[in-house]
């Protein structure tokens, strides 16, 4: 294939230009950033790429095929227009983009131009969310019934957007990839306690379609990082930790069955515990980002259909919307129901 280029050069762009380099799908990897003193360390952190300060450059390049965008939120969708536009493949950093007006307008762009649009969900592509979506698709984990997700750690502030916005695209796009789920209630519990307006401790709830519901913690403010979350079923539980070095991944075979020992009397049930064996399956230890990269490639070359693609992207940001709107009006709950976001 020919180039790609990567527009910002700050916290995550220097990830994404070195995967690119090492996969080697591209036959050429591009950076642009208007900062030039962050463009210059970059181009010498990482030998054989080639830097420009101006976006519109980039995207005239006829070398390059594709670009990936590593900026702020707010800067999303006019970079992706102008990179569709030019024709190119796009890759868009989390979340997708600021509202779900703009990104319905990009899935129409790419559809119209024919090209591809991915947005960097990498955690899909971790051996334990690869792992635990397994589990699900053979069956082994049974009815879901819940979801516990906390991910906290102190900072990085965003100025842009708010914890949610910042955190939870990651659960988010997990639980919707591992269970195939679909939002249909969101309720938000939110506060500001570092003095700059801004959300830094949150709660969501949600209740998807498949019939379970999941917690959502998200937390700039915590005094540990935690990436901890429970998967429980009707025949397996889950827990992954993903701050731990070894068995990130634990497949609890425990549960609860509960009899009806009286018909006419609903208060008499027997609860019945099993408490099987724990599991640590093997995971795949590929650095989750050069499998990414390596996906949007074969995206681009027509051989896979993305798993993170546009429509993926603006899910993700429908709920991040309605999360907003509910904390807008004292944690009532907004309804996803076809597409439109409707406050109960």
């Given amino acids: 294939m020919s180039g790609v280029g990567v527009i910002g050069a700050g916290y995550w762009g220097p990830n994404l230009i070195r995967n690119f380099v090492i996969g080697g799908a591209f036959e050429q990897v591009f950076v642009c950033d208007k900062d030039a003193k962050r463009l210059n360390s970059v181009c010498k952190q990482i030998p054989g790429i080639r830097g420009c300060a101006?976006?519109?450059?980039l995207l005239a390049n006829p070398?390059?095929?594709?670009?990936?965008?590593?900026?702020?939120?707010?800067?999303h969708f006019e970079l992706a227009k102008a990179a569709l536009e030019h024709g190119k493949h796009v890759l868009i950093e989390k979340p997708m983009t600021y509202n779900s007006r703009e990104a319905e307008e990009l899935i129409t762009l790419a559809a119209s131009k024919r090209r591809m649009l991915m947005v960097d969900h990498t955690f899909l592509f971790t051996g334990a969310v690869e792992k635990m979506r397994e589990i699900v698709k053979s069956g082994d984990l049974g009815r879901c019934y819940y979801i516990d997700s906390v991910r906290v750690n102190l900072g990085l502030f965003q100025h842009d957007v708010d914890?949610?916005?910042?955190?939870?695209?990651?659960?988010?796009s997990i639980i919707a990839y591992v269970l195939s789920a679909h939002p249909r209630l969101?309720?938000?519990?939110?506060?500001?306690?570092?003095?700059?307006?801004?959300?830094?401790?949150?709660?969501?709830?949600?209740?998807?379609?498949?019939?379970?519901?999941?917690?959502?913690h998200v937390n700039w403010l915590s005094p540990t990082k935690i990436r901890r979350m429970i998967?429980?079923?009707?025949?397996?539980?889950?827990?992954w930790d993903d701050m731990e070095a070894e068995g990130k991944l634990r497949v609890y075979d425990k549960g609860v069955e509960l009899k009806q020992i009286d018909a006419e009397d609903r208060s008499k049930i027997q609860?019945?515990?099993r408490l099987g064996d724990v599991w640590l399956p093997r995971l795949d230890t590929t650095e989750a980002l050069l499998k990414m990269t390596a996906h949007f490639a074969d995206c681009c070359r027509g051989q896979a259909t993305p798993i993170c693609g546009g429509e993926e992207g603006l899910d993700v940001v429908?709920?991040?919307?309605?999360?907003?709107?509910?904390?807008?009006?004292?944690?009532?709950?907004?309804?996803?129901?076809?597409?439109?976001?409707?406050?109960?």
């Fill in 271 to 273: 609860v019945e515990y």
């Fill in 54 to 57: 101006d976006a519109e450059e």
């Fill in 231 to 239: 998967v429980a079923g009707s025949k397996r539980m889950i827990l």
């Fill in 186 to 216: 969101v309720r938000a519990i939110g506060h500001s306690n570092a003095g700059q307006g801004m959300v830094d401790v949150a709660y969501l709830n949600i209740e998807y379609h498949e019939g379970f519901s999941a917690n959502f």
């Fill in 163 to 172: 914890v949610i916005w910042d955190l939870a695209p990651h659960d988010l």
């Fill in 318 to 344: 429908r709920v991040l919307e309605a999360s907003q709107i509910s904390l807008e009006n004292g944690s009532r709950a907004v309804a996803i129901d076809n597409g439109q976001l409707v406050p109960m």
């Fill in 63 to 75: 070398a390059v095929e594709a670009i990936a965008i590593a900026t702020p939120v707010r800067t």
